[in-house]
């Protein structure tokens, strides 16, 4: 993750621009319990520049700690210090040679004072210069993500019935890799480009390898926020992945379709199962997704199956998925009981698919348990409760519903 960090002060020009260019952030982001008071000029602490000093009015005393989690937010490119009491908050902003060398800002309310971290800040701490370099140089993400790419391309072989990761090998998988990541790169880019823009820190994606089917267990960011300022802001964030993942699924199942079928080798011995998302797409375009005799989709299909069988998981709502994130926006602290119901419903899938139906209904009695892990973790609880709007809510129940499209019973079948 490239982190917030401070804007260069020290010109009169870049200075000028910062400042209109915050301006307009506050102006477009201010909630209105809050009210820009006055600007002024102060000196810097041990430096002969000059400071800001923003000073906010608030209507609402009540929330003192939800009006510092927006102004942070706000704030959260520049070396900035805030001060409160019960009606207004002052905000310095430093150039970042000039910024305090204490991380912390002063809460002043009823002549106590408590000290909470300011992230705008860094220190000369043991820990600052380890996260200063993963912040710049990310190389877990990128020893993790070239892992990747080399279990991925191995699977391709396999679905491909290629043998040998040569260079004719290589480009012949290279649609079935870039079909996958893709897919489960837009989805954590999604959570990431909207985590940015409301300024929550967040890292870059994770992608995990393993020598299975699709080459990948799949990708995670990790929230590094301490709270969420909002519901509005934890569902947008938690919609986001999935949106952005059905999006590149659809371009996925279109490729995957108009290209030719395979003959997979006979080591290949199972048989993916297409959700109706999948299968209403090919019904439009007239194509198919099985053949009679030994043909299989392209390969580029699978990635298209990954899409859909990923999003329907990561929409349930329990825990931090991104589907109890929504539900947590929605329903609010009501979620932490509504979830139970998840573990008990996916169990219950895995005995109907195994005992009735007859076929493999592990996948529902491991992700039964996973979710039921999931509930000690708890939720994400925003600091700012206010409800969701209608436009949200009605986005909420769309997006749920063409999650439901993504289900299929038994995803993966065994070739007798």
């Known amino acids: 993750m490239v982190p917030s960090g401070p804007d260069n002060f020290n010109t009169p020009e870049k200075n000028a621009s910062n400042q209109s260019h915050l301006h307009e952030r506050i102006l477009e982001h201010l909630p209105r319990s ?241 959700p109706p998302f999948v299968q209403t797409i090919a019904w439009m375009l007239g194509e198919q997704t099985s053949y009679v005799g030994a043909k299989t989709p392209n390969p580029v299909l699978v990635g298209a199956w990954a899409g859909t069988f990923i999003t329907f998981l990561n929409l349930l709502p329990v825990g931090q998925l991104d589907g109890g994130h929504m539900m947590r926006a929605i329903i609010g602290p009501a979620q932490h009981k509504v979830q139970f119901a998840v573990p008990l419903t996916l169990v219950s899938l895995g005995g109907v698919v195994t005992f009735v139906l007859n076929s493999p209904g592990i996948v529902w009695f491991v992700w039964g348990v996973l979710t039921l892990v999931m509930l000690t973790g708890g939720t994400v609880d925003p600091a700012d409760e206010t409800p969701l709007n209608q436009s949200r809510r009605i986005l909420a129940v769309v997006t749920f519903g063409i999650g439901a499209l993504c289900f299929v019973p038994v995803p993966v079948s065994l070739l007798s």
């Open 34 to 274: 809050l009210s820009v008071e006055n600007t002024e000029t102060i000196d810097a602490p041990s430096s002969p520049t000059s400071a800001t000093r923003y000073i906010f009015t608030t209507t609402d005393a009540s929330a003192p700690d939800a009006h510092i989690e927006k102004v942070r937010e706000l704030f959260n490119r520049h070396s900035h210090q805030i001060t409160t009491t019960e009606t207004r908050l002052y905000v310095d902003v430093y150039a970042s040679s000039d910024a305090p060398r204490e991380p912390h800002s002063t809460k002043v309310n009823k002549n106590t004072t408590k000290t909470v971290p300011n992230p705008g800040v860094t220190t000369d701490s043991d820990d600052a210069e380890p996260q200063s370099l993963r912040a710049k140089y990310p190389i877990t993400n990128i020893v993790m993500f070239g892992l990747t790419v080399v279990t991925t391309l191995f699977a391709g072989l396999r679905w491909y019935g290629t043998a040998g990761l040569s260079f004719e090998g290589v480009i012949t998988v290279l649609p079935f890799m870039l079909s996958v990541l893709g897919v489960l790169g837009t989805h954590e880019l999604g959570h990431y480009v909207v985590s940015q823009y409301y300024g929550v820190d967040a890292s870059l994606p994770y992608f995990i390898p393993m020598p299975n089917l699709l080459g990948t267990l799949g990708a995670v960011i990790r929230m590094e926020s301490e709270e969420i300022p909002s519901r509005k802001i934890l569902f947008d964030i938690g919609i986001a992945g999935p949106l952005a993942g059905l999006i590149a699924t659809v371009f996925v199942t279109v490729i995957g379709l108009t290209l030719p079928p395979v003959t997979p080798p006979p080591s290949l011995e199972v048989h993916l199962n297409y």
